[in-house]
Every structure is written in structure tokens, then in C-alpha cells.
């Protein structure tokens, strides 16, 4: 289907990884009390439509992403996908390779047909999503364990 497989930017490659690979840096950036390993597995991983992205430094996995269908309650049926479980490595955070990511996985869903993404945004990454040109709506609310978060979301296409 001619669909992105891998996207450069800079000194960043962006690719489809497999979800073991997303294990390390989710401990490291947003689960510390878990172990690098099959601890930082999520239920959905193994799910056939859901995507991993990855960005390379060199041959170094430097941020992660996981993309899976499902609709929010409160946003057009059309933003059916979810990112969950996003991490950059403290080392490369600023340097545009979470943007990579983000602008690669809305590239591959658009080309798949698919109307946008939505996430539970942590309070720090707020200006991130913004910088994007995402929405960031509603109130924030609590996620235990994890702190303030805000609903963001974009929509492809529109």
C-alpha cells in the first residue's frame, strides 16, 4: 500500500518497532518503579492494529510511542486512534525527536485513512502537544499515579 515506513529527520530515523523494544523507556521516563522488562508490558501490546514507534539516534532507541484504535467518549468517532505510553530519553528531549515521532505515527494513520489521535497528556508535556498544533481540552484531572493529566488530540484532514 505504499504506506511510510520510515521517516528521517535530522539526525532522527523513525520507525515501526515491536513493543519489547518500547519496554526500556517506558521504565526509565514514566513507570520508575518498574523494571526495565515485561513489567512495563500494557494489556493492548500484542494487539494486531496497535503500532510502536520508535526514533533512532544512530542505532540508539531514544523515544517511544504506542498508537492503538480507540475512540474517545467525548471527541468525533473519527479520532479514532489513542496514544498511550510516550517516553524521550531526558538526553534528547528538545532536540525534535518526540515531534518526529508524533508527525511519522500521524503520517502513517492519515495514509491509512484514519481521522486523528487523542491522548491523556501529563501536565508537563502540555506545551508539547501544543507546539504541535494539537487541541488541548477540558479541565485536568487526576491519573494515580502519574499525576495531572488534560485530554489532547488532533484531527487529519479536517
Known sequence: MG???EMRSGPYAVRQILPKETWGLRAMVLWPEK???PECRM?????????HFGVFFDKTLV???TFMPQ????????I????RAMATHPNHRGQGCGRALIRHAE??????????IWADARKVALGFY?????DVSGTFYEVPKRGPHRLVHTRFGA
Open 3 to 5: 504506506q511510510v515506513d
Open 35 to 37: 523494571s526495565p522488562g
Open 43 to 51: 494489556k493492548v501490546d500484542e494487539d494486531p492494529d496497535v503500532l
Open 63 to 65: 523515544s517511544v510511542g
Open 71 to 78: 475512540p474517545h467518549r467525548n471527541l468525533p468517532p473519527t
Open 80 to 83: 479514532s486512534f489513542r496514544l
Open 107 to 116: 503520517a502513517h494513520l492519515a495514509q491509512r485513512g484514519e481521522g486523528g
Open 130 to 134: 501544543a507546539g504541535l498544533g494539537w
